[in-house]
Nanobody
Framework: QWRLVESGGGLVQPGGSLRLSCATSGSGFTLDYFAVGWFRQAPGKEREGVAYIASSDGSTIYADSVKGRFTISKDNARNTVYLQMNNMKPEDTGVYYC??????????????????WGQGTQVTVSS
């Protein structure tokens, strides 16, 4: 069974950094032909897309709220996608999910395009 597994969440002070990881689980599950997105859901709010990376050329898209602070990257050899989060703010608090979209090219920003989801990891930014 193919799954995604997130890790790296936790408690961080404002201005601090965290790096989230999203790894594949299951025989034959590689990210070579999958675009990957990171989404987050704050308490009482709808889930929103944060950052995306294409399968083909590594191009990326960021939400305006995280542009310049977050970086998404992909290590195909490790079948892992990372989300480096710097200069974090309290409004970054939420459950972070990674998701994979089977796409040979391009990036989908609509979460309904995504085929596989992780279980989520909690990120709390607080002093």
């Amino acid at each position: 069974q193919w799954r995604l597994v997130e890790s790296g969440g936790g408690l961080v002070q404002p201005g601090g950094s965290l790096r989230l990881s999203c790894a594949t689980s299951g025989s034959g599950f590689t990210l070579d032909y999958f675009a990957v997105g990171w989404f987050r859901q704050a308490p009482g709010k709808e889930r929103e897309g944060v950052a995306y990376i294409a399968s083909s050329d590594g191009s990326t898209i960021y939400a305006d709220s995280v542009k310049g602070r977050f970086t998404i990257s992909k290590d195909n050899a490790r079948n892992t996608v990372y989300l480096q989060m710097n200069n974090m703010k309290p409004e970054d608090t939420g459950v972070y999910y990674c998701a994979a979209d089977h796409a040979l090219a391009g990036i989908a920003t609509d979460e309904y395009e995504y085929d596989f989801w992780g279980q989520g990891t909690q990120v709390t930014v607080s002093s």
